[in-house]
């Protein structure tokens, strides 16, 4: 029995400036620019995948756990995506362990695709450059696509890029405060779709956002933390202003997540320290530097019970 086999690792990244709708649906084309930092090992994913002609269909095993239903499917319907595009004919079997624990309510689909994109092509032994292996990861999962990069990522139209090298800004840390552990009700790929049809808003972010991913760029190239706080904060709340403004509304932020941004509000009185973000769920990105990471998990742990802190 021939088999490919390889094994990837990715870490997850989380957007300064938010990805959020679609101008195709099934490409998944993003209808504005993104701005991201890929995160570090305590958040990635690492994935084995072993194509085989004996295997009669796709199979997944996720952090321990054989897994039948929409995931395998999502998984099954992007290595359709590879099986088309490299006019592979096997099956395969992926095995995939977050360094994150399981069910603490951190998203994994950008790490989740982007380590099986890069797996399923060494697996499969085709030479691919990083923009066509961006492009790969993009039909798994959008965000995904900015995961192939480490360092600082941006992503417009079909493949994303690296803008800066992690060694730019080593310092700059994303404090992970997980509030639920619980999966989130909707999907963001119901949820923004949604977004598109129905929110003003977001008609409105659409003609602002790119100004924004310019200052993103320029605070992170001059190390303007400040700058950059303050604009990703802004960022932040305009997409869940957004969420809040489509019909029916989407809520992701909890009571938590309110008083984490009043704590983070409190602890930028004299200076400006650190600067939230919340994707599609309730855990809060706090973005702060190396030296201020203590101090803002133990301010955070003593205003708020009940949550666990990743250093990403
Ligand atoms: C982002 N998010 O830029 C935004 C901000 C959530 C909030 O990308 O449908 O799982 O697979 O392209 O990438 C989450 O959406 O959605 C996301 P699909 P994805 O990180």
């Not at 992701?252 to 600067?275: F, H, W």
């Not at 101090?295 to 666990?308: L, P």
Request: overall charge positive; hydrophobic content about 40%.
């Amino acid at each position: 029995m021939q088999t490919k086999k390889a094994t990837a690792s990715a870490s997850s990244n989380i957007a300064f400036i938010k990805y959020w709708g679609k101008k195709d649906e099934e490409k998944i084309i993003p209808m504005n620019t993104s701005v991201s930092m890929t995160l570090r090992d305590s958040v990635s994913t690492t994935t084995t995948v072993t194509f085989s002609s004996q295997f009669p269909k796709d199979t997944l095993v996720l952090n321990g756990k054989k897994e039948v239903g929409k995931k395998l499917e999502k998984v099954s319907q992007f290595l359709d995506v590879i099986r088309k595009k490299f006019a592979v004919h096997e099956h395969a079997a992926v095995e995939s362990q977050n360094s994150f624990p399981t069910g603490c309510g951190m998203a994994s689909s950008a790490s989740g695709f982007a380590a099986l994109a890069m797996a399923s092509v060494e697996a499969l032994g085709i030479a691919i450059g990083k923009k066509e292996l961006s492009a790969l990861a993009r039909r798994g999962s959008g965000s995904a696509c900015r995961s192939v990069y480490t360092g600082f990522v941006t992503w417009s139209g079909s493949f994303a890029e690296q803008i800066y090298e992690k060694s730019h800004w080593p310092e700059l840390r994303d404090v992970i405060v997980v509030i639920d552990a619980e999966e989130k009700k909707m999907s963001s790929r119901d949820a923004m779709k949604r977004t598109v049809e129905t929110s003003g808003a977001y008609k409105k972010r659409l003609t602002v956002v790119d100004d924004r991913v310019e200052v993103v760029k320029q605070a992170i190239g001059q190390k303007d933390f400040p700058l950059l706080a303050k604009t990703i904060m802004e960022d932040s709340d305009e997409f869940h202003a957004c969420l809040k403004d489509t019909k029916p509304s989407v809520t992701y932020l909890t009571e938590k997540s309110y008083k984490i941004i009043d704590a983070v509000r409190r602890m930028n009185t004299d200076q400006v320290i650190v600067g939230y973000t919340f994707d599609a769920g309730p855990n809060a990105h706090l973005i702060t530097l190396e030296e201020h990471v203590e101090s803002v998990a133990q301010n955070i742990k003593e205003c708020i019970g009940g949550v666990s802190i990743i250093i990403g």
